[in-house]
């Protein structure tokens, strides 16, 4: 029963895949996909935290506002998912 709760804990961190964001000033940040309650958008999470890069935890801070502006916007969430259909 330990291992398997041992393994619970371990397999949601494999699955954390790595980004890399260079900002404008040509800084390259590479930081772990967030996990978010609602449609994910590279571009917008990346605008957020461009945002909170003078933070210590500016991955926390960029997490924190897309829940916020994005998550808790229904409209703001499908403009994304339409924004997304139209690359693909």
Sequence with gaps: ????????LIIPILGQS????TNDQGLK????????????????????????LM?????????TKYENYICGDNNMIKKLQKKAKKVE
């Design 1 to 8: 029963m330990k291992k398997l709760f041992l393994l619970l």
């Design 29 to 52: 940040i590479e930081y772990v996909k967030p996990s978010v309650s609602c449609f994910y958008d590279k571009e917008a999470y990346e605008g957020y935290l461009n945002t909170c």
């Design 55 to 63: 933070l210590p935890n500016y991955e926390t801070c960029a997490q």
């Design 18 to 21: 790595k980004e890399v964001f």
